[in-house]
Nanobody, 125 residues
Framework: QVKLVESGGGLVQAGGSLRLSCAAP??????MAWFRQAPGKGREFVAC????????YFADSVKGRITFSRDMANNTVYLQLNTLKPEETAVYYC????????????????????WGQGTRVTVST
């Protein structure tokens, strides 16, 4: 099974920026997304970008603070999240999926079929 290659994360000060990348070899026609899971909480949608790179969807909590792009040649997505808050401490997961009935279905983790192992992000005060 194709694995997703995640990089970035680590310790970030509150108010700082987070940069993550995810490569999905062989998954050219797939939507790529980031989710996050804070300690003791469920997995939460952060952002996704369609296979063509023409559409992106973001969680309300990150709108205005996020830059999200896709390198079509390398099938890699790049996420930058600014003005981080301590409550955004979480394990961030990359995921890919192919079948989405509507915009709303992009927000559900159950519609993604392959997941990365996750990268931990700690936002310090």
């Amino acid at each position: 099974q194709v694995k997703l290659v995640e990089s970035g994360g680590g310790l970030v000060q509150a108010g700082g920026s987070l940069r993550l990348s995810c490569a999905a070899p062989g998954r050219t026609y797939y939507t790529m997304a980031w989710f996050r899971q804070a300690p003791g909480k469920g997995r939460e949608f952060v952002a996704c970008i369609t296979s063509s790179g023409s559409k992106s969807y973001f969680a309300d909590s990150v709108k205005g603070r996020i830059t999200f792009s896709r390198d079509m040649a390398n099938n890699t997505v790049y996420l930058q999240l600014n003005t981080l808050k301590p409550e955004e401490t979480a394990v961030y997961y990359c995921a890919v999926g192919r079948h989405f009935a509507s915009q709303r279905t992009h927000y559900s983790s159950g519609n993604y079929d392959t997941w990365g192992q996750g990268t931990r992000v700690t936002v310090s005060t």
